[in-house]
């Protein structure tokens, strides 16, 4: 890995991270907003859906792959990082899961790999985007616990600001924060 300063660091968490969390939270938001209020919102679901998808992926990333090169992982900032796998992780997220069979990879048959019986299971993969979003909140929550001195405001104002905006998403949309 490329040495990467402190300063390259703390902007990674401030803006990148943040970034990140901000999308997924702010997805997951909308995709309860529009399940809710289908008639109010439409379309909306999908979008909601594939935002926090491709956000936890990126996330869940961080949290649990080695990078290359100028990849930026959890270990950069907590380097005895351990946590296993979550199971949502395993389940939906990891290779030739659901939502690399459904979403980051066209295969045959895509109907097939969503996860759950039928189209409207709870095990479903287009259930799966809340869970997504808490479980990477706990994984951030941990990072934030975990992280060395110099970056723990960084990374609790980044969780701080995503959940914020959060809130305030599900405030105009009239609906209780998912979150």
Not at 49 to 55: E, G, I, N, P, Y
Not at 75 to 100: C, Q
Not at 145 to 152: A, Q, S
Request: with cysteine; net charge neutral; aromatic share 12%.
């Amino acid at each position: 890995m490329p040495v990467v300063d402190k300063p390259t660091m703390q902007s990674f968490l401030e803006e990148d991270l943040y970034d990140a969390l901000r999308w997924l939270f702010l997805g997951a938001v909308v995709w309860s907003a529009s399940r809710q209020l289908p008639d109010r919102f439409g379309r909306l679901c999908v979008l909601g859906m594939l935002t926090s998808f491709v956000q936890a992926r990126a996330l869940y990333e961080f949290f649990y792959h080695n990078g290359r090169g100028d990849d930026a992982r959890v270990r950069d900032f907590v380097p005895s990082w351990d946590e296993p796998e979550s199971h949502v992780f395993r389940k939906y997220m990891a290779s030739r899961t659901p939502a690399n069979k459904r979403v980051f990879h066209l295969v045959y048959k895509r109907s097939a790999h969503a996860g759950g019986p039928g189209h409207d299971g709870p095990d479903h993969l287009k259930h799966q985007v809340v869970e997504f979003a808490k479980d990477l909140r706990r994984l951030t929550e941990l990072l934030v616990d975990r992280v060395e001195p110099d970056f723990r405001n960084s990374a609790q104002s980044a969780l701080r600001k995503a959940l914020q905006e959060a809130e305030l998403e599900a405030k105009h949309y009239g609906i209780t924060d998912p979150l």
